[in-house]
């Protein structure tokens, strides 16, 4: 016991024992044994170490891995996730390709959210995008301790999928049920802002630029898409229009720089053409605004043009973006931490709800109306 005592305190490495150790298995699989043997403990010891460190002491612990170190020894991560009956990992379900996912900068700073508390608590994050066109089979697949669930609702396959793994997960932006823990931002009062904001400048002919088809019916949605289309129809509700008016016309488009584009060439085409496009992404913004002045056409003086989010390009464009700000970073922070609060818990968690604030953002890209409206 003395002996072991004093390995642990002056680690022989000092004098040349870790190149010794290193000779003694060089060519072969190094083994928990072999560490044990090397660093003067149980292979118990050396287990905790690896998975239960609070076990031991926190000198024992160091004298440990830099013996493992030393040997050259790299854990396998599955052996360790069976053992410990966690992979140390969240995963952050998306329903577009990982390339879609990168390219959009709304999604770099959610995930730099999540990053800060994955950060704080030792934890690598995963990406998990459809497999094979399934988000179903990617849920299963994904060797996560639990997840943060964005773009879907809570009648979702992939959702009811992560309900039969039975682990902890967080949805963003959508309207999830009592028992699943949700964050969302206030996209009712976000939209509701925006187009108050647009009829304040007199504009009457006005496009939405959405990233799902719309129907017509509000109801026919949830989420988010649900919650800004009656934003935008109360504040036009509010002045005697709708958004069934012929001066109101959405325009389905991708939620990216392409989509923008896009649905400026179709407003383009519409007669007469709209005065302002508010947009449900700043993204999407960008794309119109490139388009116009690509056109010939100046923002705002022959079109306002608004965004939601207030990505950190917004005000560094020209001219630059009118939006929505909504606290994209704290959004995905404040889902992490309910994760880990989740995972943390010994027994069963009341699911938290949590609604984040917005605020409009009036700068360069909006104007008022330069012709008559119809309205």
């Keep these: 016991m003395t002996k072991r005592s004093q390995s642990v305190e002056a680690p022989d490495h000092a004098n040349g024992a870790g190149q010794n150790r290193r000779s003694h298995t060089a060519g072969r699989k190094i083994t928990i044994s072999d560490i044990a043997k090397h660093a003067g403990v149980s292979k118990t010891a050396v287990s905790f170490a690896f998975n239960k460190p609070g076990r031991l002491s926190a000198e024992t612990t160091r ?5 493992a170190r030393e040997l050259g020894y790299m854990p396998n991560p599955v052996a360790r996730s069976l053992n410990t009956r966690r992979t140390n990992a969240l995963g952050v379900i998306v329903p577009q390709d990982i390339p879609t996912v990168l390219s959009n900068p709304f ?10 508390v994955c950060r704080a608590e030792g934890m690598s994050l995963v990406i998990v995008p459809p497999m094979r066109g399934s988000l179903v089979e990617a849920t299963y697949a994904a060797l996560v301790d639990g997840c943060i669930v964005t ?30 823990a949700s964050v969302q931002v206030d996209d009712y009062r976000g939209a509701y802002l925006t187009m ?4 304040e400048l007199g504009h009457r002919r006005i496009a939405i630029a959405t990233f799902e088809p719309f129907t017509g019916r509000v ?7 649900r919650h800004r289309f009656e934003g935008y129809r109360a504040a036009l509700e509010e002045i005697g229009l709708s958004l069934d008016c012929p001066s109101v016309h959405a325009i389905e488009c991708s939620c990216d720089v392409e989509g923008g584009k896009r649905a400026f060439r179709q407003l383009a085409k519409l007669q007469p053409r709209p005065t302002a496009v508010v947009t449900l992404s700043d993204v999407i913004a960008f794309g119109v605004i490139e388009a116009a002045q690509c056109a010939g056409l100046c923002v705002p003086r022959h079109l306002s043009v608004v965004g939601f989010d207030d990505l950190e390009a917004s005000h560094l464009l020209r001219p630059a973006l009118t939006t929505v700000r909504q606290p994209t970073r704290e959004k995905g922070r404040r889902a ?18 949590i609604m984040l604030p917005v605020e409009l953002i009036v700068r360069e890209s909006s104007a008022r109306v330069r012709t008559a409206p119809l309205a």
């Design 219 to 225: 109801e026919d949605y949830s989420g988010t898409l």
């Design 63 to 67: 004298h440990i891995l830099d013996v």
């Design 336 to 353: 992490a931490e309910l994760f880990i609060h989740m995972l943390r818990a010994e027994g069963p968690v009341e699911p938290q709800h």
């Design 107 to 116: 999604f770099a700073e959610l995930m730099s959210g999540i990053g800060e």
């Design 196 to 199: 108050k904001h647009v009829l």
């Design 151 to 180: 773009g879907l609702s809570a009648n979702d396959k992939a959702v009811r999928a992560l309900r039969l793994r039975r682990i902890p997960f967080v949805m963003l932006d959508a309207d999830a049920p009592d028992d699943i």
